[in-house]
Nanobody, 125 residues
Framework: QVQLVESGGGFLQAGGSLRLSCTAS????????MGWFRQAPGKERGFVAA????????YYADSVKGRFTISRDSAKNTVHLQMNSLKPEDTAVYYC??????????????????WGQGTQVTVSS
């Protein structure tokens, strides 16, 4: 089992920045990729960004390209999501996820095996 704990959510005005963190613990050996998803009320959970744990390759949803940056700290088993130029439409619960099966579905929830509890991000206009 892998446990994921997110932190860093909050309330802020449009145009601001926020950094989310997700720390993995437990049986982290073999984690292939970690990702961030978000879910707004009444909407499905959607892909935000992902990073390959070994190569560092990154992937982004079109809606966040150029504004969000995903990074990892291998020594601390932590992945970060730096969010800049935030918009009201970025408001959602943000979830961290981990994949140990090297799934090709890097941008879909089914491509991940473990999930954090989520952290709320609210952006006011």
């Amino acid at each position: 089992q892998v446990q994921l704990v997110e932190s860093g959510g909050g309330f802020l005005q449009a145009g601001g920045s926020l950094r989310l963190s997700c720390t993995a613990s437990g049986r982290t050996f073999g984690v292939d990729r970690m990702g961030w998803f978000r879910q707004a009320p009444g909407k499905e959970r959607g892909f935000v960004a992902a990073i390959n744990w070994n190569s560092g390759s990154t992937y982004y949803a079109d809606s966040v390209k150029g504004r969000f940056t995903i990074s990892r700290d291998s020594a601390k088993n932590t992945v970060h999501l730096q969010m800049n130029s935030l918009k009201p439409e970025d408001t959602a619960v943000y979830y961290c996820a981990a994949d140990k099966t090297a799934s090709v579905n890097y941008n879909h929830p089914t491509g991940y095996d473990y999930w954090g509890q989520g952290t709320q991000v609210t952006v006011s206009s």
